[in-house]
């Protein structure tokens, strides 16, 4: 009989996450330090005002435990494609358009030939999402970074800035039953549910296939599929806002089409 895997057994427990998200109110007492007026709360996140009609929307985002699956296939060069994806696609959640980037990476050793790769992934999600890379930190923490791999082990996150005119912010509101909901199509599994995937595919990790196994209707190696990057959705959000009313965007990352009962609080 197969074993049924949760996302607990993967070491995710929902449920202490969402009681864990309880704690974030203590930081709404900050937001009486916002210098150009209130800070806007939306469904996913919050924008604050920087000039009279301009928002700002900053996001911090990281690729999980896909750095991992990074590490099984000795493949770097992407991953910070993936980094940048995370980070943007929230972002434009708010109508805001990208503006900048910033990276951290804390690794095991800052090897040359792994920041090179990890640098070119960062540069190729820019240039996707038309953001530049502002500003960017590598720290060696080899007490704190064990990995899959002697040495290689690393995580990345990315932070990214938008701005966005008042007139043009995707509030989340006045969402009525019947309105159509446009689904944009991923590139694959993207960076999110990669604890669960590692276990229920991969032998490392005590699932069913070896890394370079062909599953049947894959026509690459499941490594290479579960490594693809998390395709960016700048330039379609943005240009579909400039055409249609977009009430309300969901960027579906964790905790899957769960995401949508984030809306039931704001129509």
Same mark, same amino acid.
């Given at each position: 009989?197969? +074993?049924?895997?949760?996302?607990?057994?993967?070491?995710?427990?929902?449920?202490?996450?969402?009681?864990? +998200?309880?704690?974030?109110?203590?930081?709404?007492?900050?937001?009486?330090?916002? +210098?150009?007026?209130? &800070?806007?709360?939306?469904?996913?996140?919050?924008?604050?005002?920087?000039?009279?009609?301009?928002?700002?929307?900053? &996001?911090?985002?990281?690729?999980?435990?896909? &750095?991992?699956?990074?590490?099984?296939?000795? +493949?770097?060069?992407?991953?910070?494609?993936?980094?940048?994806?995370?980070?943007?696609?929230?972002?434009?959640?708010?109508?805001?358009?990208?503006?900048?980037?910033?990276?951290?990476?804390?690794?095991?050793?800052?090897?040359?030939?792994?920041?090179?790769?990890?640098?070119?992934?960062?540069?190729?999600?820019?240039?996707?999402?038309?953001?530049?890379?502002?500003?960017?930190?590598?720290?060696?923490?080899?007490?704190?970074?064990?990995?899959?791999?002697?040495?290689?082990?690393?995580?990345?996150?990315?932070?990214?800035?938008?701005?966005?005119?008042?007139?043009?912010?995707?509030?989340?509101?006045?969402?009525?039953?019947?309105?159509?909901?446009?689904?944009?199509?991923?590139?694959?599994?993207?960076?999110?549910?990669?604890?669960?995937?590692?276990?229920?595919?991969?032998?490392?990790?005590?699932?069913?296939?070896?890394?370079?196994?062909?599953?049947?209707?894959?026509?690459?190696?499941? &490594?290479?599929?579960?490594?693809?990057?998390?395709?960016?959705?700048?330039?379609?959000?943005?240009?579909?806002?400039?055409?249609?009313?977009?009430?309300?965007?969901?960027?579906?990352?964790?905790?899957?089409?769960?995401?949508?009962?984030?809306?039931?609080?704001?129509?």
């Amino acid at each position: 009989m197969t +074993k049924k895997i949760t996302y607990s057994d993967t070491g995710v427990n929902r449920e202490i996450r969402a009681e864990s +998200k309880k704690a974030l109110k203590k930081l709404h007492k900050t937001y009486k330090y916002s +210098k150009q007026g209130l &800070v806007m709360n939306l469904p996913y996140g919050n924008i604050f005002p920087f000039q009279k009609d301009l928002y700002l929307d900053l &996001v911090i985002e990281g690729v999980g435990t896909k &750095v991992l699956v990074a590490q099984l296939a000795h +493949k770097y060069d992407t991953i910070g494609i993936d980094a940048v994806a995370m980070a943007v696609n929230d972002v434009i959640r708010s109508g805001a358009t990208p503006i900048a980037i910033a990276d951290n990476i804390h690794a095991h050793s800052s090897d040359p030939n792994l920041v090179r790769d990890w640098l070119e992934g960062i540069s190729k999600g820019a240039e996707k999402a038309q953001c530049p890379v502002i500003s960017g930190e590598i720290g060696d923490v080899a007490e704190i970074i064990r990995g899959l791999t002697a040495k290689q082990g690393f995580d990345m996150i990315v932070s990214v800035i938008g701005y966005v005119n008042k007139n043009n912010i995707i509030t989340g509101k006045n969402i009525k039953p019947e309105d159509p909901i446009i689904g944009l199509r991923s590139s694959g599994l993207h960076s999110n549910g990669i604890s669960l995937a590692r276990k229920i595919l991969f032998k490392q990790w005590g699932g069913k296939f070896d890394k370079n196994n062909f599953p049947q209707s894959i026509k690459r190696p499941i &490594v290479s599929e579960v490594l693809e990057p998390t395709k960016i959705y700048v330039n379609q959000i943005i240009e579909l806002n400039k055409k249609i009313n977009i009430k309300a965007a969901v960027h579906i990352t964790g905790d899957g089409y769960l995401k949508f009962g984030n809306l039931t609080h704001f129509s």
